[in-house]
């Protein structure tokens, strides 16, 4: 490349670094020949000739009791061994999966000095008010889960909740000719303040307004405020032909349907969890829309690495891939 920009090999490592005092004739010689030849630095054995640092504050749930968030932090993990070689330092802030114990992480996450945030906002209005102050940092941020639009520069790696949504609403749909009584059952604490369940539902109920010739559905809705079957009685589940359940617990419906020897009921959810797996195997749940947490963490790790290490100009939106998994394409 120096050859061919007729400048030394030094200048061309300070213009691909961006470091040193370059004339504008140069850099514009140099970045030519980039674009023409398509040229890609050694990720590694650019990182270890800049020899840079960078720490990473992990905010996100505690994994006890939560096998999906577990699934998160193993592909956060693996990403902290992988690129630990080349400068990222992982540093944890851990809540128990309340919004009181969220609130008191926030404080220490802002008074840690760091290169970035990696961070998912499952309670809504909180994470508003943190980001707010985050902001200040002026920091990269990589959301991951959950997204919130428009209140801070960040890049997000999850699903399109809405569309994800959208896909649950036509998987209902299918092979339907007789009339269908569908039910959506919401299992969690805080779902006025997950924008992921309202995302999700949105995109569910806008499926069937944008496919008015699909008369015969007629919609209701449950809260669980705790994944417990015993919150569960038969009078819900009356004439009830099709559920939906916005996140990872649908196998609380699908034990207590087992339970009480109810059959013919469709059933879709979301994330392969074991028990969800059980009851898919089973028959009882019909479809899952697997969320791929542990590359959502992954990715997460990755995209601030590539932000604040190599300089790289990336999408500020990933979404991870609509998998719809039946019981015989699971692996």
């Not at 370059?22 to 674009?35: G, L, T």
């Not at 993990?77 to 630990?84: D, Q, S, W």
């Not at 809405?162 to 299992?187: D, H, M, Q």
């Amino acid at each position: 490349m120096a050859e061919l920009a007729n400048v030394s090999p030094g200048t061309v490592d300070r213009i691909i670094h961006k470091r040193g005092q370059v004339s504008q004739e140069n850099i514009d010689k140099v970045n030519a020949i980039i674009k023409k030849h398509g040229f890609k630095r050694n990720i590694f054995a650019s990182n270890l000739a800049s020899n840079k640092k960078c720490k990473i504050a992990v905010f996100l749930p505690k994994t006890e009791k939560f096998e999906y968030w577990e699934s998160q932090l193993n592909g956060v993990n693996k990403a902290a061994e992988e690129f630990g070689k080349f400068g990222v330092e992982l540093h944890y802030f851990l809540y128990d999966f309340d919004s009181l114990s969220f609130q008191k992480m926030v404080a220490k996450v802002l008074d840690f000095e760091c290169d970035g945030l990696l961070f998912s906002p499952i309670f809504h209005e909180e994470s508003l008010m943190f980001l707010d102050d985050y902001k200040k940092k002026n920091k990269p941020v990589a959301m991951i889960d959950s997204d919130i639009k428009d209140k801070i520069d960040h890049y997000y790696i999850g699903q399109d909740a809405f569309k994800s949504g959208y896909l649950a609403g036509r998987l209902i749909s299918f092979a339907v000719r007789n009339k269908r009584n569908v039910l959506i059952v919401k299992i969690a604490k805080e779902i006025d303040n997950t924008s992921v369940y309202l995302q999700r539902i949105k995109g569910f109920y806008t499926f069937f307004e944008e496919h008015p010739e699909l008369t015969n559905f007629s919609f209701s809705e449950i809260t669980i405020k705790n994944p417990d079957v015993n919150l569960l009685n038969l009078e819900m589940f009356k004439n009830v032909s099709s559920i939906f359940v916005p996140n990872s617990r649908a196998y609380v419906v699908a034990q207590f349907l087992e339970k009480q020897n109810i059959k013919g009921i469709r059933i879709i959810g979301y994330d392969l969890l074991k028990e969800n797996i059980l009851h898919l195997n089973s028959g009882i749940i019909d479809f899952l829309i697997n969320q791929k947490p542990q590359e959502q963490g992954y990715m997460g790790v990755n995209y601030l690495y590539k932000k604040i290490i190599l300089e790289e100009n990336l999408d500020a939106v990933h979404f991870i891939p609509l998998d719809i998994i039946v019981k015989e394409n699971y692996m």
